[in-house]
């Protein structure tokens, strides 16, 4: 647009420089006083003067307009035109020229004429001043000088303005001032007279739309006007000539500013601007609001309305949808329906209810993606209109010869609403020998020379698939029937009642009937529902007598059902008759039976509630759902009385005199009214409940290397509680240690010498270890040592025990050699205290308070020995001094007591 401006300057400077400079107010071409020109006028008539001197005194330098006229009227009278020519190549052409009329008493005087704007004329740098006169020459003139130019002719004549002459025909005379002034100024600026103002159009306008007219204005009427658009935009067309702006192409929505300059010959110039807003132009819905009606048994899907929305504007498309919907459903939607137009539907199986809803308001919107616009569709819901039957109620006669599958009627119906018709039918009797079809077509299912009904009515409907219509009467009367047979005493208002285990054969029930072809044959015949009661009942074909089976017995537990439906058939061989009654079996109590007379159960002796066992008592009741209750006679048990399990009923031990290991009890068993017995023996076994013990956990005895092979050296006699042979106890050794069996015990209790001890020497003790087993595996251990003692000189006189030396016993060996390594120790410390620190007199202390200590008395240890076995030889008692004590040391060992 920036560019655009400063070319339209620049243009209108260089029309400017071309024209002239712009002249100013009070300049003027010609004679200052044409007053001084007064000396002559020309003779000739009709003449035409052109002032072209070369020293440019009637030649205009610049663009502006002739505001005045000045000239000196010599003589005579008549209209002078004061013109202006223009060059023209070799011509001239006249731009234009002022009239003024000299009338008489004017003569001979300086006349000033002023023009009014409107009749100004315009004048171009290089214009030249013209004068016609038509009749006598009124102008004067003076000659002077030698180079006052001027060309005059009659040739030229009355002219309009726009014309050309050539005035280069006509020869150029000089030395002559005409008597003539023209007085310029620089005229008006040009203008937009209808600037600024608004267009507002729409993106719909076509292109080449004619959007606004300029008008331009000039007071100089007679100047030249250039328009131009100074703004760059390809929407809009701008013609310089018409001054029309029109749309260049499809208008996009938005307001754009279009500015324009008007330029006049001499470059002044008027702007203004044009603002052209565009509008969207919104979709507009041709057809709606509208409504529409749907029935309520509608289930296909179904175009409702197409809706005719359009939009102006060939560039915007059009959708439309389902804005909301009042009451709220999702069964409406729009889609295209055809080309660009939406429809709208309702979807399939909409479920419609006129009772529920009956009007629906539908929000149709419509948008062009810039503006949407609304539209109401309203559907109304109508009930459906009801099927009409056109031919029923009626009635048709049939033989009872006719056969199956033949038509016997044909039921018409109407609707309105053209929907399928569907047929169904209930018949007065059954079974009922007719069926209709959807066609309406009524066609026999069975050969009629089987019934016996005279006449059938049919309760025919008839359904549109929204409404069910009925019933209508069709009746069937079949001439020529058989009468049927009737069962007079049946049905039965209240079930007959057999108990079970009736008597075979007994009556139930005599069945009754009349006919009234008193000539006719019956048959009487049943079944029976469930069909197991045909094995407990018969009918009497002949005189139609319901009793108990023959053969079989009723067993009430054993049925499937307590009651019985007898359907009873009555023929006369065409026609007949059926009904039913009901036999109620009634349930008898029996008693619970024991399937055997005697019952065995085993169990363990034990505390009062231990579990012995549980019978298999193999009990049966017939009777469906009774409870059993069991009991036992014997005071030693008790029995639960559901479940029969036998448990102690105070501690049993078989290992007390007198016990009984098997007793024999009576048992029963109740269904609440009747019971049943039989014996139960019960058998109890003996439990190995008590371990073996020896009389003690250790035992020591003594034997001399030479002692002689089988001498019994102790005894190691166990006992065990137990009665029977689970008191029986045997012993064991374990001698592996020994590396022989060297010893055996007897079953007495008696420990032998079994092997020699030659192998050992005085001094040595020996030991290994006693088990004791009962039967049932329970075992008791004791240790049992045997100590070699050592030999004097003197064979032993005395036989009474001896004291058993301190060496002599194992354990004192033992713990002797730890007390003798941790003493060593100390001392060993002890002196490597003493070298490393040359500190001796510890060492020194120690030893004083060693010797000090050996003097000191020890205390007398007394013993008294209690030998356990008598078995055990007299061994005089031995001494062994010991050099550290000052009275002797006794040892000690197993049964001795220290006082």
């Not at 008839?462 to 001439?479: A, N, R």
């Not at 061994?875 to 007591?897: F, K, N």
Request: overall charge negative; aromatic content about 8%; hydrophobic content about 30%.
């Amino acid at each position: 647009m920036h560019c655009t401006l400063i070319v339209c300057t620049f243009l209108s400077f260089c029309v400017s420089f071309s024209n002239g400079a712009a002249c100013k107010d009070g300049d003027h071409k010609g004679e200052n006083d044409p007053k001084s020109k007064d000396n002559d006028v020309d003779t000739a008539t009709g003449l035409s003067v052109l002032l072209d001197r070369n020293d440019g005194k009637t030649v205009f330098d610049c663009c502006g307009f002739i505001k005045q006229w000045e000239f000196y009227a010599k003589k005579n009278t008549g209209t002078v035109h004061f013109q202006v020519w223009r060059p023209a190549g070799t011509s001239y052409s006249l731009v234009g020229e002022n009239l003024y009329t000299v009338t008489s008493g004017n003569e001979d005087k300086e006349i000033k004429y002023s023009l009014l704007t409107a009749n100004r004329i315009g004048i171009q740098s290089g214009d030249v001043i013209g004068i016609y006169q038509p009749g006598s020459v009124i102008v004067s003139h003076k000659q002077e000088g030698s180079s006052n130019q001027y060309r005059t002719t009659t040739s030229v004549g009355s002219l309009s303005v726009g014309s050309t002459f050539d005035w280069s025909a006509v020869t150029q005379s000089n030395n002559r001032k005409y008597a003539i002034r023209a007085d310029v100024t620089n005229g008006n600026n040009p203008s937009i007279t209808n600037l600024a103002a608004t267009v507002t159009g729409t993106d719909a306008t076509p292109i080449g739309t004619l959007l606004f007219t300029l008008t331009v204005a000039d007071a100089d009427t007679s100047d030249t006007l250039t328009t131009t658009m100074t703004t760059t935009t390809s929407l809009f067309n701008f013609d310089s000539t018409s001054l029309q702006v029109t749309s260049a192409q499809q208008l996009p929505s938005g307001t754009t500013t279009l500015n324009f300059q008007v330029t006049d010959a001499c470059g002044s110039t008027g702007t203004g601007t044009l603002t052209i807003v565009v509008t969207n132009v919104p979709p507009v819905i041709h057809n709606l609001p509208y409504n529409t009606d749907v029935t309520e048994d509608q289930t296909a899907e179904l175009q409702l309305y197409v809706i005719n929305a359009t939009d102006t504007s060939e560039y915007d498309t059009v959708t439309c949808s389902i804005q909301s919907v009042s009451p709220t459903t999702s069964i409406f939607f729009t889609k295209i329906a055809s080309g660009s137009l939406y429809g709208i539907y309702i979807q399939a199986y909409p479920s419609l209810s006129y009772d529920s809803v009956n009007a629906y308001t539908l929000t149709v919107a419509c948008t062009d993606s810039k503006d949407t616009v609304t539209g109401l569709f309203h559907v109304y819901i109508t009930r459906n209109n009801a099927p009409v039957f056109t031919n029923l109620q009626a009635s048709v006669n049939v033989t009872s010869k006719t056969p199956t599958s033949t038509s016997i009627y044909t039921v018409t119906s109407s609707d309105a609403e053209g929907d399928q018709l569907y047929y169904n039918m209930t018949c007065s009797t059954t079974p009922c020998p007719f069926a209709i079809y959807h066609s309406g077509e009524v066609r026999s299912t069975d050969s009629l020379e089987s019934y016996t009904v005279a006449g059938y009515d049919l309760f025919i409907y008839v359904y549109d698939g929204t409404t069910l219509v009925g019933p209508k009467t069709l009746t069937v009367i079949v001439t020529d029937i058989n009468s049927a047979p009737i069962l007079t005493n049946l049905p039965l208002s209240s079930p007959v009642s057999v108990s079970e285990n009736s008597a075979l054969g007994v009556s139930v029930f005599q069945v009754s009937y009349s006919d009234i072809d008193t000539s006719d044959t019956h048959v009487i015949l049943a079944t029976f529902s469930p069909s197991s009661g045909g094995s407990i009942f018969t009918v009497d074909s002949t005189n139609g007598l319901i009793t108990t089976s023959s053969t079989t017995n009723i067993n009430y537990e054993s049925l499937a059902t307590s009651t019985v439906v007898v359907n009873v058939h009555v023929s006369d061989g065409t026609a007949s008759a059926t009904s039913s009654l009901t036999i109620s079996i009634m349930d008898v109590n029996e008693a619970p039976v024991f399937g055997k007379t005697l019952y065995q159960i085993t169990g363990t002796e034990g505390n009062a509630g231990t579990a012995v066992g549980t019978p298999g008592f193999d009990v049966t009741d017939p009777d469906n759902g009774a409870t059993q209750k069991y009991s036992i006679d014997c005071p030693e048990f008790n029995m639960d009385q559901t479940t029969a399990a036998v448990t102690l009923a105070a501690n049993y031990d078989l290992d007390v005199s007198g016990t009984s290991s098997q007793v024999t009890c009576n048992v029963s068993v109740s269904d609440g009214e009747l019971t049943a017995t039989s014996a139960l023996q019960v058998t109890i076994n003996d439990v190995n409940d008590n371990t073996p013990s020896f009389g003690q956990p250790s035992y020591t005895f003594y034997a001399q290397p030479n002692e002689a092979v089988g001498s019994v050296i102790g005894s190691i006699v166990a006992t065990d509680a137990d009665v029977g042979a689970f008191g029986t106890i045997s012993y064991t050794l374990d001698q592996v240690s020994l590396g022989n069996e060297y010893f055996g015990v007897q079953s007495n209790g008696d420990f032998y010498l079994k092997t020699g001890l030659t192998t050992f020497s005085s001094g040595q003790s020996l030991s290994l270890t006693a088990t004791v087993t009962d039967s049932g595996g329970l075992t008791d251990t004791a240790a049992v040592t045997i100590v070699i003692p050592e030999s004097t000189t003197a064979a032993p006189t005395t036989t009474t025990d001896r004291h058993v030396t301190f060496l002599e016993d194992p354990k004192n060996i033992a713990w002797l050699s730890a007390a003798v390594v941790i003493l060593c120790g100390i001392v060993c410390l002890m002196v490597y205290q003493s070298f490393r620190f040359g500190d001796y007199s510890r060492l020194a202390r120690w030893c004083q308070r060693s010797r000090s200590k050996k003097l000191q008395k020890p205390r007398n240890h007394y013993r008294r020995t209690y030998y356990q076995s008598p078995r055990v030889r007299d061994i005089p008692e031995l001494e062994y001094p010991s050099p550290a004590m000052e009275s002797d040391w006794r040892p000690w060992r197993v049964g001795t007591h220290e006082l």
